[in-house]
């Protein structure tokens, strides 16, 4: 196992659900962002994670950017800048030195390769909010989630060129592709030329990440640091997830000591336990 692993925080939108935040479609676990009472059980939810042992939270800015704001009375700039100031609080509140990155999704349904929007519009729209996410502060852009490397290399050439460290994480379906059918040879091969420091898989069942893992290993070689963070439950069309608690904390413990990557979390479905029992099975705290 690798002393020098860096723990990812765990779920955020799933995680208001369970303590009562209404995470219902289009603005899902951005819905906290919109009152106060909510901006503060967002604050616990990334304090809980800190205090579990994560070394990198992520902001709460999955469902920040333009297209899912239409017709609403919040923008995309006072949303990311309210979720990255709630992450950097809780930072300071925790007194851990942890990192804030700033996440930035697909801007359609991370499920559906199919409606990526047009290279216009993805150019336009990730430039827009990965904008306000430097302007807020964060350490490095986790550009998560991703099912097609036609987005994923608009946003990551956008982050790039801000100067600040960026991740790259793609959806594989349980062959270990890319869920556009493209493969992680070719997403690499058109991503790492551009610079980014971290690539990766998550929101996929913990029990198939090890082999898209493994094909991501033999690209990048030994040294090259890769990420993997899975999901537990399923997609729903009108709540966003459901969780079902079918991997507890032991068992994706389990799961995660298979991983051939050096940056582990957990994604939707996963609770804080999730990460203490990360933290400790690796570093014995």
């Known amino acids: 196992m690798n002393s020098k692993l860096l723990l990812l925080d765990g779920a955020t939108g799933t995680e208001l659900n369970r303590r009562g935040v209404d995470t219902g479609l289009p603005l899902w676990s951005a819905n906290a962002l919109t009152s106060d009472a909510e901006l503060e059980v967002l604050r616990q939810v990334h304090l809980d994670y800190l205090n579990a042992g994560a070394d990198i939270i992520t902001t709460n800015t999955f469902r920040t950017h333009r297209r899912v704001l239409v017709g609403k009375d919040f923008s995309t700039r006072e949303l990311t800048l309210r979720a990255v100031a709630t992450a950097t609080e809780a930072v300071a509140e925790s007194g851990h030195p942890a990192l804030v990155a700033g996440s930035v999704s697909t801007l359609e349904d991370c499920y559906r390769p199919d409606l990526v929007p047009t290279n216009k519009d993805c150019l336009d729209e990730h430039a827009e909010r990965i904008d306000h996410l430097a302007e807020g502060g964060v350490d490095l852009l986790l550009i998560e989630t991703m099912n097609s490397i036609r987005e994923a290399v608009i946003a990551a050439k956008i982050a790039v060129a801000t100067g600040l460290p960026t991740w790259v994480s793609f959806v594989c379906d349980e062959q270990g592709r890319i869920l556009s059918g493209e493969s992680l040879t070719l997403a690499a091969d058109q991503l790492l030329p551009l610079g980014i420091k971290a690539l990766g898989v998550n929101c996929m069942p913990a029990l198939t990440i090890a082999k898209p893992l493994s094909e991501l290993r033999k690209i990048c070689g030994q040294d090259f640091p890769l990420m993997a963070y899975g999901n537990i439950g399923y997609v729903d069309d009108e709540q966003g997830w459901i969780n ?27 609770t804080p336990e999730h990460i203490r029992a990360l933290k400790r099975g690796w570093k014995g705290l």
Do not use: R
Request: charged share 10%.
């Open 244 to 270: 079902t608690d079918s991997t507890d904390p032991a068992g994706y413990l389990l799961h995660a000591k298979t991983w051939s990557a050096q940056i582990i979390g957990a994604c939707c479905g996963s």
